[in-house]
């Protein structure tokens, strides 16, 4: 037996130990889901797991990608190591053998733990592959969800394609786990789609041919994070130059995640008042995160990298030699051009939304934000409820809109950093299946009241049957 397989072993015996995996406790509904969960990345897998612990376990993860391409991880994530710090706790629900460092401990030795630095990006995916297999999760992959058809009546029928073509499933309750731009779309400036043929350019969030991109000077657009992993990546692989522009002048040194893990903001940020989350978040909005110091080292330590600090883009167009781009410090002209513009969060930009959309409550219809706070990106936010569920817009979009749950980074203004990131999952993941399992309990309220109120099965069978001889007082 390999040390992983013992490792798997270990983790079976400790699910057996927790009771993982007893019989669920809610009554069957002939062909529906209990929950069916959107997305098999790391935050649907760990939902699905969380809701069995909850013994909620008719349930289905559905996901678009192919198995092990799920996510970032495997595709479009172009560092090497994760960002986060390594010992961050995410998706192991303080199970010690279902975590990071058991499964890269168990493999590799306590020693090695301590001498990474951080997580390896492709071990990362390794272990949510290892966590779906030792959990035995019922995920369905190349299997989208392209429309929520709500009826109002506790169901939702969701319009699925799959490797069998199109179906319809029904689930009472549907978990949005879709990822960071799964409450909108990642964001390619009108500026660049309206003047360039799309072989010009992509969004990091792409798949890229790097290696057609040998010897060619390539633009990246943007500061994030995602711009550094990109121009290191695109520079190891011999593209010619990568400029790298960002409209700051300078980028930004301070991570205001790093403070909310330290502090007690992650854990409870839902304890603020709408004024006080608005106020943390259009900041946070503003501030930004810093690149990595080890990414940005890597992509600098290329002598074909550029950085323009202060250089918005004015216009670009296409010419017969490249893409032109203008800026206030002079033209350029690149053969490729890599977004890195982050996401917009609106559920108006979600197909599979488009039925439900109107009748969801956004921040805007909520709460109206001071204007130096004000952030037209923030009033477009749902406005969750304390479960992650969408809340209705007017007291008759109710029925239509119980049961559906945003998991997803859209949850960010009214839950904090909790899915999508791995920072705020071991705290959104309890309060979630929580969320989910208390709706499925107060559905079926009533016939677990009468249920309970009629309950009559005996628990106490035993007779005394006294001995010869004794004597039987009666009183
Ligand atoms: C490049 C990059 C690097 C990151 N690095 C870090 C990091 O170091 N640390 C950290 O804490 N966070 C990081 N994040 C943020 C976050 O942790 C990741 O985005 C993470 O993948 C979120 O997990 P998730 O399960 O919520 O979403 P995902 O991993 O994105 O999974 C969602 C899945 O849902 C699928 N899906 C979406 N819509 C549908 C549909 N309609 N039907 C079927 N399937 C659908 C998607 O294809 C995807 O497979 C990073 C994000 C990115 C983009």
Redo the contacts with the bound molecule.
Sequence with gaps: MNKLDAHTRLVRKDLEILGIGQPTWVSPRDGIFDVVI???????LAAAFGLIRERVSNILV????PAGQ????GT??R?IT???PKDLLSIDFGIPSLTFRAWWSAQHGEDSWHAIGKIPRADWMRYLHWYREVLDLPVENC???ERIEPTGKGVHHLHVIGPSGARRITARKVVL????Q?GGEWHTPKMVSDALPKSRYAHT?EVIDFEGLQGKRIAILGGGA?AF?NAQHALGLGAGSVDVFIRRPEIPKVNPIRFMEKSGFVPRFSTLSDAEKYKVMSSFLRRNQPPTNDTFQRAASYPGFRLHKGTGWDSVRETPIGAEVTTPRGKFTFDFIILSTGLLTDVCLRP?LAELEPRIARWGDRFAAPGDDQNDLLDRHPYLGAGFEFTPRAPDDAPMVHGVFAF?YSALLSLGLS?????GLPYALPRLVRGVADQLFLDDKADWMSAYLSYSEQEFVSEWLPQPGATVETT
């Design positions: 959107v997305g098999g990345g790391q935050s649907g559905i996901d678009e990608n799920e996510g970032p991880w479009y994530a560092m994760l960002r986060t299997t989208r969800l786990a879709t990822g960071i799964g969030s995602s992993d599979e997803n899915a999508s990131a791995l920072t």
